[in-house]
């Protein structure tokens, strides 16, 4: 069964802060990974994606991993902002037999950034 | 260059009715994915239309059901309302198989009394 894990559940940090969200999958076979930010009561918003063959993208201060070996993904923010307060969601696609992909959505990291 | 735009944005119905949520896919996407986000959850997949033909189905009873128009814009209802159908329901467009450049709307927000 195709599963995405994030942990932690929720983190509070200062402003100005560094923080780091994990996302462990086992979704098979494997497509693409994006990370998503989805603040209170909107759509999500697509962060990065990043295939098998990628093991680092960045927007802006966002940057994400990949480890596709222990099928292990990061996303750190840098130098935190109020506005990052938001829920981020790890989404994995895998490919179907016959073509299209299927994804798998994480329960989110609720992230609250405080001054 | 109109992103996904999806009405109502609010909704509340009674348990045992029907509802009609629209949603219009951004500029240039021809399919259009549904998704159920529960209070505190992810999203879960409903399902997907491509070429007005439903090409996916998650594990949602047959109370949930969808159509695609010729301009690709797509209705999902939802018979005989249960309570645990209140949910933020999404609508993602994307074109053809390049669901990696999925696009999401505001959401519909459906409170079920």
């Known amino acids: 069964k195709n599963q995405v894990e994030q942990s932690p559940q929720s983190l509070i940090i200062l402003e100005g802060k560094n923080c780091t969200l994990q996302?462990?999958?086992?979704?098979?076979?494997?497509?693409?990974l994006r990370w998503y930010k989805q603040d209170t009561g909107r759509g999500p918003v697509s962060l990065t994606i990043m295939t098998f063959s990628e093991n680092t993208k960045s927007n802006g201060r966002y940057t994400a991993t990949l480890d596709a070996d222990t099928k292990q993904s990061s996303l750190h923010i840098t130098a935190s902002q109020l506005s990052d307060s938001a829920s981020y969601i790890c989404v994995v696609s895998a490919g179907l037999t016959g073509g299209g992909n299927k994804l798998t959505f994480g329960t989110g990291t609720q992230l609250k950034v405080e001054l | 260059d109109a992103g996904v735009t999806q009405s109502p944005t609010h909704l509340i119905k009674t348990r045992g009715q029907q509802v009609t949520l629209r949603c219009s896919p951004k500029s240039g996407h021809d399919t259009v994915s549904w998704y159920q986000q529960a209070l505190g959850q992810g999203p879960q997949f409903i399902f997907q239309y491509y070429e007005e033909e439903e090409r996916q189905r998650g594990n949602f009873p047959d109370r949930f059901s969808g159509h695609q128009f010729p301009n690709y814009s797509s209705e999902l209802n939802v018979n005989a309302l249960l309570l645990g159908d209140s949910a933020l329901y999404l609508c993602?467009?994307?074109?053809?198989?390049?669901?990696?450049?999925?696009?999401f709307g505001p959401g519909t927000r459906l409170t079920v009394t």
């Open positions: 996302c462990n999958y086992t979704v098979s076979p494997f497509s693409n």
């Open positions: 993602a467009s994307s074109f053809g198989d390049r669901d990696y450049e999925q696009y």
